[in-house]
Structures are given as C-alpha cells and as structure tokens.
C-alpha cells in the first residue's frame, strides 16, 4: 500500500494541471517546472511525484478482460 497524500498536496497537484505548464510523467521534468512554484523541497517533490502519477493514470489503457469459454459438452 501507498502513502496517503495530503489534501493540500492533491488540491495544488489539480490546479496546476489546469494551468498552462506542460507536466508530463517523468519526476524530474515535472519537478524542475515546480522549482519556484512551491514554498519547500519537500512539497515541491510531493507535489511532482502526484503529477506524475496522474499523468501516468491518465495515459493508461485499461486492459480488456479475459473471456474464459467453458469446455463442458452438452
């Protein structure tokens, strides 16, 4: 299991993405565009971190389900 994030790190993660920047799903690009946005290193990278899994969630396909056919004969 994950880290709960905090509700103020999710609400900035949210806005920002609604913003102009071009956040894609690599940390270091994302935190790199965060460098004078947020007020500490460590929300900075929190902040980042949930970006990117965002980003990741957001391009993810989902995967079709298995249909398993019974073999019993009639």
């Given at each position: 299991?994950?880290?709960?994030?905090?509700?103020?790190?999710?609400?900035a993660a949210?806005?920002l993405?609604?913003?102009e920047?071009?956040?894609?799903?690599?940390f270091?690009h994302?935190?790199?565009?965060l460098?004078?946005?947020?007020p500490s290193k460590?929300?900075q990278n929190?902040?980042a971190?949930?970006?990117s899994?965002?980003m990741r969630a957001k391009?993810?396909?989902?995967?079709?389900?298995?249909v398993?056919?019974?073999?019993?004969?009639?």
């Open positions: 299991m994950g880290r709960i994030k905090l509700l103020m790190v999710k609400k949210r806005q993405l609604q913003g920047h071009t956040f894609n799903t690599e270091n994302n935190k790199k565009l460098r004078n946005t947020m460590p929300i929190k902040v971190g949930y970006i899994r965002l391009t993810k396909v989902p995967k079709p389900k298995k398993i056919e019974s073999t019993l004969s009639s």
